[in-house]
């Protein structure tokens, strides 16, 4: 494997107010937490929570690892953008994506432009992300191959860092630390 990419400290210009906010979305690579952060999230909030991947499964009545298997990769995208689609018409929701949702410029469109939607990337280095998919036993068919899960973290890290309106660090954070830091992110 080559050198763990260093994350990034919090950066990008101050997010809308929350009283503004119709959906927190969060972005970034397998492992970076979104679903276990987003949970917590909503907690503190009181809003919804939705797992895209979950949602998704429910839509199709398959899993994840199925649709790849049976129809391949395209046709996960394709749903995929159709689940979100959906999903941005929920209000007071805090919405985890998928690791390669922003893969897609249709979906990064749909990220930017539906109003009331500030989108948080939840950072880490490589090497983080991998040790922290590798403790859960979740069948995700991307991270098959080490190399290519490594190089679609290099593709996808930039889409992740210019959607986002919000970057935190998750390396060295508990998802509670960093529901906190995000919170009083969007109190500031
Ligand atoms: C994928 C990540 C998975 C899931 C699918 C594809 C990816 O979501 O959408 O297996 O391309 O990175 P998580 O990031 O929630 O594991």
């Not at 107010?17 to 952060?37: D, E, N, S, V, Y």
């Not at 649709?67 to 995208?77: K, P």
């Not at 539906?114 to 040790?131: E, K, R």
Request: aromatic letters at 6%.
């Amino acid at each position: 494997m080559t050198p763990a990419m260093q994350a990034e400290p919090t950066t990008q210009t101050p997010p809308l107010p929350l009283q503004h906010l119709q959906r927190i979305t969060l972005t970034g690579f397998m492992g970076a937490g979104k679903t276990t952060i987003g949970r917590l999230l909503a907690e503190r909030l009181g809003w919804n929570f939705l797992d895209l991947d979950a949602y998704l499964e429910q839509r199709t009545g398959n899993t994840i690892a199925d649709i790849f298997a049976q129809h391949g990769e395209q046709r996960f995208r394709r749903l995929e953008s159709a689940a979100l689609v959906s999903a941005l018409g929920l209000q007071h929701t805090v919405l985890a994506l998928g690791g390669g949702t922003p893969e897609g410029l249709t979906n990064r469109l749909l990220l930017e432009q539906t109003p009331g939607t500030l989108t948080v990337f939840l950072d880490a280095p490589f090497s983080t992300l991998y040790d922290r998919c590798v403790l859960q036993d979740i069948a995700r068919p991307v991270l098959a191959n080490v190399e290519d899960a490594q190089q679609r973290f290099q593709q996808r890290r930039p889409h992740y860092l210019r959607l986002a309106g919000l970057t935190l660090n998750t390396a060295d954070r508990t998802p509670e630390q960093t529901v906190q830091q995000l919170l009083a992110e969007l109190s500031r």
